[in-house]
Structures are given as C-alpha cells and as structure tokens.
C-alpha cells in the first residue's frame, strides 16, 4: 500500500496569512489527490501532505511558484515524515508556533467578484457594505495580533450565521476560510447620525447629506473620512474652513476608472495602481474635468483614488436611476496636522464642529491607517506616502539585520523594525509635533511589533538632537542600544537598499530636501554624498545661507528670498516682489539679525532654494501648507521651453572641508535680472529647474571615478519636473540612476534608511 508513496511537512514563511492561502492549499491538495492539512501558526502555513511521490512534486512546485496572487512565498522549508494514512484534508485551527513568523497582509480593497455581488440583487449579500472574501477586505487594520485568524481579528465580534459557516468551511466557495465574511444577517452594521436620522436608512440619509452640499464623517478601513460633493464649491469651502486646512489639496474618490482619468490624465502605469488592491491616491496633472477650486487651490495636480470599500461604492449609488455626488473630496478625518480619528468617541469629539452628519459602523479598527498617496513620473511610480494597502508588505534587506527597530524622521513620521532579511515600515503616523500624534507613534509602534513578531535589541535614530522620535527611542531604551544615523545617510541608504544595493557598493547620493540635522549642527539638505550603508562623505553642498529665525522663515518664503540676495550681495530693491512683500519693520529686523548672525542657523537646504525662488519672482510669499511655493513655482514651470537656455550655479572648493560648495549667487543674480527685463515667471522657474538638474550632473561628473550609480532622495525630488530633467541628464552622462519606488523620497522613508544605515555598522 505504501509503495512509492511519501508524506512530508511543508512550513511556509512569508506573506502568507490572511490572503486565501490555505483555501489554495486544500484546493491543489484536493485536485492532486493528496491527502493531511494545512493550519497557520505564528511561524506560518504549516502543511502536511500525504500521497504519491510525483503529487507531493508537484503539490510543492505549485506552492512555489504559483502561490494565490496577494502571498509572497518567502520559504519553503520540507521534511519528510513517516506514513500514516488517513483520509481526506483538514484546514486546522491555529496554534502558536514557537520560532519564525508569518507576515500579515495590507488592507485589500474590494474585489472584481465582491463587487459583482454587492449590485446583484439576486446575491444574498446584494448592498452588503461589508462583502468581502478571500481576495478582499481589511487585513492590518482589524489584526489585534498574529496568527490572523478570526478570533485576532476585530471580526471576532461577529459570530457567523449558519450560512456564512457553511460557505467558510466549504472547501468549494470563495468565502473558505475567509476571516472576514458575514453577511446582512450576521456582519457588522451601519449607523447615520445627523439630519434625516429619523426618517430614512443609514445610506440614503447620508447621501441626502452628501447631495444638499453636507459634509459627513465616513467611517473605513483605517479611519474616519471627511467626505463632500468635490463639485460644490461651498460644501468644499466650507470643510476647508472648518477643518482649518488652509490651502492644502483635497484628494477626490471616484467609483470608477472612467470618472478618474475625466480628472486626472493617467498612463498605463497610474491606471493599474488606481485599480491595484492597494488602491492608493495617484496624483496626477488634471486632464480637464472641472472640481470645485477650493479642492485644490493654486495646484495643477490633482490627487484621485478609487472607491475601495463596498460601503464607499453604496455612497455613490449603485443604480444608474438614483445618481448622487460622482466626484467626493475624501479627507483624513482630523483636525489640522493631527492623526486619522479611527474610533467613534473620539471622531464624535474631535469631528463634531467639522461633519454635519455621521456614517458610522460597528466594524473596531484596531490600528489608523491613512490613505497611500502615490505619483507617476514617467511611467515610474514614486510612493509619497506608503500607508493603507501597503503596511505591512515587508521590504527585503540586502543583508540581514538583527531584531532592531528605528524611528524615523520627526516630520511624516514612520517607523520601521526589521530582523534577518526583512523590515517592516509601519503606517503613516504624521508629525511629530502634538502628544495626539507621539501617542499614535507609541500604538503604530506596538502594533508593528504585535503583527511582525519582531522585539527589537537595538534602535536607530535620527542624528537630531530636538527630535521627538529619537527622544522617545532613548526613554524607553531601556538598556538597549540606540545609534544615531545622520538625516541624508539614512534617505541615501533608503534607496539603495530599495534597489538591492550590495554593501560592499557605493553610490553618489543626492540628497535634498529641508531639513536635516548635519554633522557639523548646520541645517542640511542640499547634499552631494558618497555613500555606502556604513559609511557617508559629504562632496558637495549649496553653499550656507542664514535661516533667520527658523520656521518663520519656512513659513515666509520671502524671508528666505532675502536672505539668499543678502548671501549673493544683490541689493533689496523694493521692485522685488519678495522685498515688496517684507513688512518695512520685519525687513529691518531681518537686516540685523543677517548682519549680526542673532538667531540665525546656517541652511544648505534646497527645499529653501526653492522657496527663495518662488518669493523672489511673485509666486508665492507665505505658505500655509509643507513645500506650497515650491510646488507652484514648478507648477508655472512645467511645460516651458527654455530651449537650453538655463541659470548656472557656481561651483567652487572650500579648501577647509575639500567639499565642493554650490554657489545659488549667480542664480539669484541671473533671475533677477531676468525679472527686471520682463521675462516671464513660468521662464524663469523653468531655467531655475534647468539650472538645478544641469548642476546636479556637473557635481557627479566631477566625482564619477567614485561610483557610476546616483541616487536621488529627499522631498524636493517629489518635485516631477525637477526629478524627470534630472534623471534624463544623468542617463546622458551615463549614469545609472536609481530612485525610490517601494518607499517614499520624502521623510516618510527615513525609518528604512536607518535600519541600513545602522545594522551596516
Ligand atoms: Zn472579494
Ligand atoms: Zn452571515
Ligand atoms: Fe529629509
């Protein structure tokens, strides 16, 4: 009987829980005649496999290499076992392992057949705002702690129907061992609270809402949203106001592709990440179709994302005969910079002077998880902000680490462990500035912990000395080591560890953006580096200018003007837009604290460059959101032929650090005088930008004996014109150049640099 059969165990790490993997299992185990099961535990799926020896070859093959479209098979791990027989294959429930760890899956958003179903009204869960299956559904957010199984889950609330049980334990059905299903008799349910309360149902009252102009709280997969009609200039105004946003951009959630590309002009690469499982927001240049002003002031761009929820598709309508808003602003439900609300009492309180009405539902999310934001230059896509559909998805090390975590930047924070070959980035948490957000971080931190498996020995941290998040790593060290890493290794480290970088390599990073602590106390951000993950040296960087005052000067770009024509010699002419927009008394305070160097610190930073720029020829003075006037200095830029015409910077050694120091001075004098002889903004802007990506390529090719691959990170990078004239005059120069795809350039990808940087050493 036993001739020429084997039994073997097969454990199976990686991202395999919580993505149809054992209903996969006992499908292909089924079809191949074999006969065991197949559990998760915290080390993984743990199968067990009995039949003939060219089943099992096969049944391993297919695991391999075709493993359910949302696992990531990490390893496979067989050991051969003896015979014992049996009939059948049996899905166990889970038990605790004692060594390895299973990786649990992102948010997905609904499913092509969960869709289907909701608008059939033959479906017994037609209109059921919570159908999900084993493709679909919240994952991270409802996972309490690892295995995920249902009772780790906030499902656990919901004991399933008898039919609902049946279908999960039907070996047949989509919904087979899906931890998420229920249905209108047994799943979680919706509440409104606002006007019409009495008289309708949750949904219509909502939409009633939505249609009169009404702002309504909604609350998803990571928390709540502030949704209005996009089209209403007064409903979008009004949210804008009490939201207190300024003149930040809304994104817009849309039901459908077609709706999306009416707003914004995709390629094929934004077209699949608008209807990816991830289902971020993509911003793109507006293609045309109108939104309110207010959604986006001032911004070319527009950020859109699909509807990814079956409740959001049932706040769109599902029949054609009842349409309402097609086009809702989705906001992150909070208050100014603080973090996502997620839980009722909380989105009551802190959302009560905002929303006019409340779409509630009984689903707990355990972790916020705000919305990804995403761009696509040239066809390339560039992470702005990973978080839903993302976190937890491990990134792969070049070299293994030990059990360490790091704690990122304190502006866009995320955090990040990692142990052996893989880090895990936590969620967007926010700045650090207010005890709402340090307590996120402190939540997003355990929970990265709980859901990963990882208990850190070691913590890495920005080299910043005021930094709250380096302030929170050494409070609860306890005993463990913290290692400092500085701002621009770890973003320089952060993409070459995203493209495989060996350590044994090196790069020519450039690093730019606003802020970042330097290792002479300067503020830097406008790097030329020669990187490798345990090591950095400074070649070049622009040339110091005073920050009078800080962030008054990061909030008054015309500040930041002024203080690059003081360093450049050029003269304040009050023609000047940026000196014509200096109140008289602030321009002689400034004058003094320029001359006497009273409450200024040195900047390298591009991000302010740009800012000076922007002020400097009118485009803008003040800011009231990050980067505002960089983004609408290459927002006139774009699209301009300066046919080769260009600023140029100057480019000198200091003989005190042998770097290279990037003069802006003849920049600022070339601009204006271009201003004065009547040269258009959007030209100037655009022989700014020029100037920029042309002194890049002449910083590296005067250190091209070092490494022939370059590097670009840091938020100014998010800048589209910049990035795609950039990379193209590197790739002229025979460069190879490498960027960020898996985590954003911004501070939000600082946390994964750090690990490079600080298991490297
Ligand atoms: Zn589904
Ligand atoms: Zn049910
Ligand atoms: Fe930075």
Request: with cysteine; hydrophobic share 40%.
């Amino acid at each position: 009987m036993s001739a020429g059969r084997v039994r073997r165990r097969l454990v199976i790490t990686g991202l395999v829980q919580g993505v149809g993997f054992r209903p996969f299992v006992y499908a292909t185990a089924a079809e191949l005649a074999l006969t065991g099961g197949v559990r998760n535990d915290s080390s993984g799926v743990v199968i067990e496999i009995e039949g003939t020896a060219s089943a099992a070859a096969e049944f391993s093959d297919r695991v391999r290499h075709r493993p359910p479209a949302l696992a990531v098979v990490e390893d496979i791990v067989e050991t051969p076992l003896r015979l014992r027989g049996g009939t059948g294959f049996t899905i166990d429930d889970s038990t605790h392992g004692t060594h390895g760890r299973t990786l649990v899956s992102p948010d997905v958003a609904i499913c092509a057949d969960c869709r289907a179903e909701l608008r059939d009204p033959a479906d017994r869960r037609h209109r059921h705002p919570f159908i999900s299956c084993t493709n679909c559904g919240p994952r991270f957010t409802i996972v309490e702690r690892m295995p995920y199984d249902r009772t780790n889950t906030s499902m656990a609330d919901f004991p399933m129907c008898p039919r609902c049980a049946a279908e999960y334990s039907d070996p047949g059905d989509r919904r087979f061992h899906a931890q998420t299903v229920s249905c209108h008799d047994c799943g979680p349910v919706i509440s409104y609270d606002g006007p019409d309360a009495e008289d309708r149902d949750p949904l219509t009252a909502a939409r009633a809402l939505l249609d009169r102009g009404g702002i309504l709280a909604v609350k998803g997969i990571g928390g709540y949203h502030l949704a209005c009609d996009a089209n209403n200039e007064r409903a979008v105004a009004t949210l804008r106001r009490r939201k207190r946003r300024g003149d930040k951009p809304f994104a817009v959630m849309v039901a459908g592709l077609e709706t999306a590309r009416g707003l914004v002009a995709t390629d094929a690469a934004a077209d699949r990440l608008l209807c990816s499982p991830h289902a971020p927001i993509v911003i793109g240049p507006r293609s045309g179709a109108p939104v309110a002003a207010s959604v986006a002031p001032g911004n070319p761009d527009l950020g859109v994302m699909l509807a990814y929820t079956p409740l959001h598709l049932l706040l769109f309508g599902l029949e054609e005969d009842h349409p309402g808003p097609q086009e809702l602003v989705m906001t992150s439900g909070n208050l100014g910079g603080e973090p996502i609300c997620y839980q009722p009492e909380q989105a009551r309180e802190r959302l009560a002077q905002i929303a006019d009405g409340f779409l509630d539902h009984d689903r707990r999310i355990v972790v916020p998880c705000d919305d990804s934001v995403l761009r696509v230059v040239d066809g390339a896509t560039m992470p702005i902000r990973r978080s839903r559909g993302y976190a937890p998805m491990p990134l792969v090390l070049p070299a293994p680490a030990p059990p360490m975590m790091a704690t990122g930047a304190d502006l866009k924070n995320t955090c990040a462990v990692a142990h052996g070959r893989y880090a895990w980035l936590s969620q967007h948490i926010g700045d650090m500035d207010d005890l709402a957000t340090l307590n996120a971080f402190d939540a997003a931190e355990r929970h990265l912990e709980a859901v990963t498996g990882v208990t850190p020995e070691l913590l890495a941290v920005d080299a910043h000395p005021g930094y709250r998040s380096a302030a929170w790593a050494r409070r609860t060290a306890a005993g463990r080591e913290v290692r400092s890493v500085h701002h621009h290794h770890a973003h320089v480290a952060a993409v070459m560890g995203e493209h495989g970088i060996d350590p044994s390599e090196s790069v020519l990073g450039i690093a730019f953006d606003g802020t970042g602590y330097g290792t002479d106390r300067a503020i830097w951000g406008g790097e030329i580096m020669h990187c490798r993950y345990k090591s950095c040296q400074r070649l070049a960087h622009l040339s110091y200018v005073p920050l009078a005052g800080g962030d008054v000067s990061v909030t008054r770009p015309y500040r930041m003007a002024l203080a690059h024509l003081w360093s450049a010699g050029i003269e304040w002419s009050p023609r000047l837009p940026a000196v014509a927009a200096c109140p008289e008394s602030e321009r002689r305070a400034l004058a003094h604290q320029l001359d006497t160097g009273l409450g200024c610190v040195p900047t390298s930073s591009m991000g302010r460059l740009f800012d000076a720029i922007s002020a400097l020829i009118g485009i803008r003075q003040i800011i009231d959101y990050e980067a505002q006037a960089a983004i609408e200095l290459e927002s006139v830029s774009r699209g301009i032929d300066c046919a080769g015409e260009h600023y140029r910077f100057g480019l000198a050694t200091d003989n005190d650090t042998p770097a290279t120091v990037i003069d802006p001075a003849p920049v600022l004098g070339a601009a204006v005088a271009d201003l004065g002889a009547g040269v258009a903004p959007g030209t100037i802007g655009a022989r700014f930008h020029v100037a920029v990506a042309a002194m890049v390529r002449d910083c590296v090719l005067r250190f091209a004996e070092l490494s022939d691959t370059v590097a670009l990170t840091g938020g100014v990078f998010q800048n589209a014109l910049l990035f795609g004239m950039t990379r193209k005059l590197l790739a002229d120069a025979g460069f190879e150049v490498i960027a960020h795809r898996l985590v954003p350039p911004n501070d939000g990808g600082v946390a994964f640099g750090q690990l490079l940087v600080a298991s490297s050493g």
